[in-house]
Structures are given as C-alpha cells and as structure tokens.
T-cell receptor, first 110, second 116 residues
C-alpha cells in the first residue's frame, strides 16, 4: 500500500525556468509534509516542510503547496539552477512515522 | 558532531553471514531512525529510538534484524544470517525532537550492504 506517491520518475527543465515536482498521498491523517533532496552517494537533505494546517510555505527559490482536498502537494523551484539536479523525495508523517515517496529525478539543463 | 556519521560506507557479506552497521547521531539529537533503501526506490522505515529506548519498531523484520542505541556508543543495526534481499543502502537519521514540524530528520550518507 503506497501511501505517498510520486508518479513522475523524472523531470527535465531548462535553467532559469520553473520546476514543479508533484506528490500525492492517500492517508488523510498525515499532518506534516516534507521535501528532501538527494545527491548520489549521499543521504537525503531536508529542503522544506509544511504543516497540514497551511496551504503554502516559501523559502527562497523553493515553495511547497498543499491541497488537502486533493491530497496533493507540489514543490516549485524557481528559477531552476543546474545545481538543483538531484532526486527529490516527498515525505509525510502523522503519528511519528515518516513515509517517503519513490522520488523524482530532476535534471536542470544549462 | 554536526553530521550523522555512518560506518562503514560499504559492506560485503556472503549469504548467511552477520552484518553490523553503525551510526553516530548529531550531538544533542535524542531521536535516531533507521531506513532501508532498496534499488534506489522509496525509503522503508525500520526502527526509531528516543535516546536508548525503542520508540517505534513496526518496520523491523523481527527474525534477523536487531538494533541498539546505548549511551556513549554509536547506535547499531545488526542483521543475522543475511539474505540476498537484504542488499540495500541503510540510512541512519537523527533529530532533536522526533517528527516535529520544526525538527526534520538529518540523514547520514548511508551504508551500502551487498550480500553475495
């Protein structure tokens, strides 16, 4: 039972444009959502999070949007930079367990 | 330290052998988590600790996997009698407050276990 899904395995974007990564979840009890970024041979690094009581959180070039009725969240990166090329994981939590999606590989082309 | 330190980076074991992985959490972080990533897919939660106490072990395969976090020692994850399917990257993470909104997990770089 995949509670957190990232349906796009990969995304390619031109430098300077917007990158939009999507994530869907099935458990309406999740109260906390996060995005992690992962480079090869490294552990995931925390990017941005959002509480279920909010619909938007912004941090510099990164904005996370949450649509609770659709059980959908998205990460917007603007402008995209070549250094943003990595695997992005969304994750969700409720009673103490962090559940990860399968990841989306973002490639930002110069 | 300021980073989660995992050792070794790589571990190769023959099927049936024991594997032991270590994790030193960030100083001051009282929560430690272990995750398993198979074939670059999603992370599977294994177990978490609050200090030396098991906090959540619902992801742990009971038969061959065990874990400890003892005072003044690195945390450890041990797999007895490894199987081919145990081949994965094992990530350790720590946080100061568990799964709180303002307390995200900090991950180590993982230990790649290869069972041959």
């Amino acid at each position: 039972d995949q509670q957190v899904k990232q349906n796009s395995p990969s995304l390619s974007v031109q430098e300077g444009r917007i990158s939009i990564l999507n994530c869907d979840y099935t458990n309406s009890m999740f109260d906390y959502f996060l995005w992690y970024k992962k480079y090869p041979a490294e552990g995931p690094t925390f990017l941005i999070s959002i509480s279920s009581i909010k619909d938007k959180n912004e941090d510099g070039r990164f904005t996370v949007f949450l649509n609770k009725s659709a059980k959908h969240l998205s990460l917007h990166i603007v402008p995209s930079q070549p250094g943003d090329s990595a695997v992005y994981f969304c994750a969700a939590s409720n009673t103490g367990k962090l559940i990860f999606g399968q990841g989306t590989t973002l490639q930002v082309k110069p | 330290g300021e980073e989660v330190a995992q050792t070794p980076k790589h571990l190769v074991r023959g099927e049936g052998q024991k594997a032991k992985l270590y994790c030193a959490p960030i100083k001051g972080h009282s929560y430690v988590f272990w995750y398993q990533q198979v074939l670059k897919n999603e992370f599977k939660f294994l177990i978490s600790f609050q200090n030396e106490n098991v906090f959540d072990e619902t992801g742990m395969p009971k038969e061959r996997f065990s874990a400890k976090c003892l005072p003044n020692s690195p945390c450890s994850l041990e797999i007895q009698a490894t199987k081919l399917e145990d081949s994965a990257v094992y990530f350790c993470a720590s946080s100061p407050k568990g799964y709180a909104l303002n307390s995200p997990l900090h991950f180590g770089n993982g230990t790649r276990l290869t069972v041959t």
